[in-house]
């Protein structure tokens, strides 16, 4: 098991050394223990980060929360397809996801960075869409023949 030191501990959770000692001392770091030269924590999980347990009172600490800005999701909706066949009114396929704003649109063009994500189980992400592309949020996107749809989404990545 792969351990690290109260130092190394405080930059990787973002706190200050003195409050991990007291994370330790009230037995919310799990696996702390003392060695001759100072405290060890072990580092779990995939990102490899000291596990803290939750406090009985007062605010959840925000150590482990990692703000970063979701990516811009664009996907064809398939069921729209398959009726613009049988229709003479051809609606909007391509759906862009940018946060809580989803817009239907006929064309979509970008330059900068994107990736075709392709899982074949996915049940319930963007109404079960087998196959999207994710472009980073700052990037400025062109849309053609839209209809803006402002909801709620639920997003994945948080």
Same mark, same amino acid.
């Given at each position: 098991m792969e351990?690290?030191?109260?130092?190394?501990?405080?930059?990787?959770l973002g706190i200050s050394r003195q409050r991990i000692l007291q994370l330790i001392y009230a037995k919310r770091v799990q696996g702390a &223990?003392?060695?001759k030269q100072g405290w060890k924590l072990?580092?779990?999980?995939?990102?490899?980060m000291p596990k803290i347990?939750?406090?009985?009172?007062?605010r959840k600490g925000t150590w482990l929360v990692q703000r970063r800005e979701k990516p811009t999701i664009i996907h064809v909706n398939k069921g729209l397809v398959g009726t613009?066949?049988?229709r003479d009114n051809k609606e909007p396929v391509i759906i862009v996801r940018k946060s809580s704003k989803v817009t &239907?649109?006929?064309?979509v063009s970008f330059e900068g960075h994107c990736k075709i994500i392709y899982r074949p189980d996915n049940e319930e992400l963007y109404a079960?869409?087998?196959?999207?592309?994710e472009v980073d949020a700052g990037t400025e996107i062109n849309i053609k023949s839209e209809t803006i749809i402002i909801k709620k989404v639920r997003s994945p990545f948080l």
């Open positions: 351990t690290i030191t109260l130092t190394e501990a405080s930059y990787l &223990y003392k060695t072990p580092l779990y999980g995939k990102r490899r347990l939750r406090g009985k009172r007062g613009n066949n049988k &239907y649109c006929s064309e079960g869409a087998k196959v999207w592309m």
